[in-house]
């Protein structure tokens, strides 16, 4: 399976020309596709419906689109009020049906300066040819290291709690003529999940320790609930990887700020990790992960 991350910049490519037919172009061999920076009804993009067009350009695939920064941007037309809201956040797109969905809202710090906006990690639970995996599109803050650590955490803590919380429905419906579940059982909530998107930190970074831990003294220990990073598992060092190009303080700098991190018990399952370099649809670069989640014969073992 050909899971693949992209921070899109909504739309404007390194060459500053906005092109939403070359994003999809990038993305579409992909069968999980991550995407992050989508918005609709913004005056720099022409106030277009970004979801709506990836999806018509993708389609193929599912899709789910997950807002965090909503505003009003309603017009009044000959007495009438035109609802539309500006919007900002990330997308989820699937060649399997997205059998459920939620966005969480990430927490944030208000500044004084710069500007800082509201995160969101969309969660998806589809349902693979080997079991139902939670695949989340992130996007994690730009500022500072905090406030990274404290959305780290909010997620740890909302991963721990899966067991335990389950979808957006669960026991027995007792007024079934009032047509709550359609007939369908209880959708699955697996513990199984992976991470992906871009997540404004680097491997060296307490953001990513944070995530993957430190077991100095038993190397490649992993904890069920934990996650691990993709690319190391596929052979890469730190510095092997760069999503990123940026000119800091002088000095062009390449960075590693796009992840895919998966559950522990699926990292036995990752087959490669890359990066397209050449690429130029966005200031970032895409992320390329192939992991076996195609063979029905291969189930994740039950949790």
Request: one cysteine or more.
């Given at each position: 399976m050909k899971l693949v991350s992209y921070n899109i910049q909504y739309g404007f490519g390194a060459d500053g020309r906005y092109d939403l037919e070359r994003i999809a172009?990038?993305?579409?061999?992909?069968?999980?596709i991550a995407l992050q920076e989508v918005e609709r009804g913004w005056r720099r993009t022409g106030f277009d419906d970004q979801p709506e067009i990836l999806g018509q350009l993708l389609p193929e695939h599912y899709w789910v689109y997950g807002p965090a920064f909503d505003m009003d941007a309603s017009t009044c037309v000959d007495g009438r009020i035109v609802n539309r809201r500006r919007q900002f956040g990330t997308m989820l797109l699937s060649r399997w049906p997205i059998v459920w969905s939620r966005l969480h809202l990430?927490?944030?710090?208000?500044?004084?300066?710069?500007l800082n906006t509201q995160n969101p990690a969309l969660e998806c639970m589809v349902r693979t040819p080997a079991g139902p995996v939670r695949f989340f599109s992130l996007h994690l803050a730009h500022i500072g290291a905090e406030e990274r650590l404290e959305q780290i955490a909010f997620l740890q803590d909302l991963h721990r709690r899966t067991p335990f919380q389950g979808g957006p429905w669960s026991g027995v419906d007792d007024e079934p003529e009032r047509d709550w579940t359609h007939g369908e059982r209880e959708p699955e909530c697996p513990l199984a999940a992976i991470w992906l998107g871009d997540f404004n930190c680097e491997?060296?970074?307490?953001?990513y320790r944070r995530i993957t831990g430190t077991t100095p003294y038993h190397a490649g220990a992993a904890y069920l609930d934990g996650f691990v990073d993709a690319a190391t598992i596929a052979g890469h060092g730190p510095g092997d990887l760069h999503t990123h190009v940026k000119e800091i303080g002088g000095r062009i700098s390449k960075r590693r700020l796009d992840y895919c991190f998966v559950g522990s018990m699926l990292a036995s399952r990752v087959r490669s990790v890359s990066a397209d370099n050449a690429e130029i649809a966005s200031d970032h670069h895409p992320l390329r992960v192939d992991i076996d989640l195609d063979d029905p014969a291969s189930r994740i073992a039950p949790e």
């Amino acid at each position: 399976m050909k899971l693949v991350s992209y921070n899109i910049q909504y739309g404007f490519g390194a060459d500053g020309r906005y092109d939403l037919e070359r994003i999809a172009r990038v993305v579409a061999g992909s069968d999980i596709i991550a995407l992050q920076e989508v918005e609709r009804g913004w005056r720099r993009t022409g106030f277009d419906d970004q979801p709506e067009i990836l999806g018509q350009l993708l389609p193929e695939h599912y899709w789910v689109y997950g807002p965090a920064f909503d505003m009003d941007a309603s017009t009044c037309v000959d007495g009438r009020i035109v609802n539309r809201r500006r919007q900002f956040g990330t997308m989820l797109l699937s060649r399997w049906p997205i059998v459920w969905s939620r966005l969480h809202l990430l927490p944030m710090r208000r500044t004084v300066a710069p500007l800082n906006t509201q995160n969101p990690a969309l969660e998806c639970m589809v349902r693979t040819p080997a079991g139902p995996v939670r695949f989340f599109s992130l996007h994690l803050a730009h500022i500072g290291a905090e406030e990274r650590l404290e959305q780290i955490a909010f997620l740890q803590d909302l991963h721990r709690r899966t067991p335990f919380q389950g979808g957006p429905w669960s026991g027995v419906d007792d007024e079934p003529e009032r047509d709550w579940t359609h007939g369908e059982r209880e959708p699955e909530c697996p513990l199984a999940a992976i991470w992906l998107g871009d997540f404004n930190c680097e491997p060296d970074s307490a953001e990513y320790r944070r995530i993957t831990g430190t077991t100095p003294y038993h190397a490649g220990a992993a904890y069920l609930d934990g996650f691990v990073d993709a690319a190391t598992i596929a052979g890469h060092g730190p510095g092997d990887l760069h999503t990123h190009v940026k000119e800091i303080g002088g000095r062009i700098s390449k960075r590693r700020l796009d992840y895919c991190f998966v559950g522990s018990m699926l990292a036995s399952r990752v087959r490669s990790v890359s990066a397209d370099n050449a690429e130029i649809a966005s200031d970032h670069h895409p992320l390329r992960v192939d992991i076996d989640l195609d063979d029905p014969a291969s189930r994740i073992a039950p949790e």
